[in-house]
């Protein structure tokens, strides 16, 4: 509940910056620069079979452009920059071992009382977009993203039943049998400073033959005080 509340103060203080800045900084500068956040979930495909999913695998991401204006009416540019990007997977399993030659995702038994069960990725990225706008402001962009991965982590909660018994928290970092590149095209369609965001990723967190195939298509918002 703490995190819903924090991430809608977040999007309330970005907004109303982003009003702000609407009015303080000139055309031309808000057309040179993109500063924006990606609020997110993870939709993951291709997982295990006896894999249960959470309905939102909430992930945000973070970057910033530069425009190269193309057109001397300032309606198309092309912007590439640098982001970083939080990824994760919530589900009923745990890794068996995060330093395996081979990652085995192993369902959590039925009778065991848990909280939480999630795989963090951190990416720092390049992205890379051609973007149309037009007086109305309505604004589109599409691109792709090229990535790398830079942190890894298992993280997992549990509440057991019974007196006595200690709560379990638990944080493992350093996931063995990732691809460290990643790719995959964005899409972002909207109006001024909010937009729909999307992202396909194309190549696969684990090497092939050493873990599950799985990957994610983000689906989310976009904000961009400028």
Known sequence: MKKTFLLIAILLVTGSFAAVNAQIISESAKRKITVGVDVFTDIWM???DDMKLRTINQGSNVFLQYNFVLDKNNRISFGAGVGLDNHN?????????????????????????????????????????????????????????????????????????????????????????????????????????????????????????????LYPVSVGITITPF
Do not use: C, M
Not at 131 to 157: C, H, M, N, T
Not at 201 to 210: A, C, E, M, N, S
């Open 46 to 48: 291709n997982t295990p």
């Open 89 to 213: 997977l919530y589900s009923n399993t745990r890794i068996d071992n995060l330093k395996a030659d081979t990652i085995s995702f192993i369902p959590i038994a039925d009778d065991v009382e848990y909280k939480r069960s999630k795989i963090n990725l951190v990416t720092v990225t390049a992205p890379l977009e051609l973007k149309f706008r037009w007086k109305s402001g309505i604004k589109v962009s599409a691109g792709i993203k090229l990535g790398y991965i830079i942190d890894s982590k298992e993280k997992y909660v549990a509440r057991p039943d019974g007196k006595g018994v200690p709560k379990v928290n638990e944080k493992k970092k350093g996931i063995y049998q990732l691809e460290n590149i990643t790719f995959g095209p964005t899409l972002r369609i909207g109006y001024k400073f909010i937009n729909i965001y999307g992202y396909y990723q194309v190549t696969k967190p684990f090497r092939l033959g050493h873990g599950p195939q």
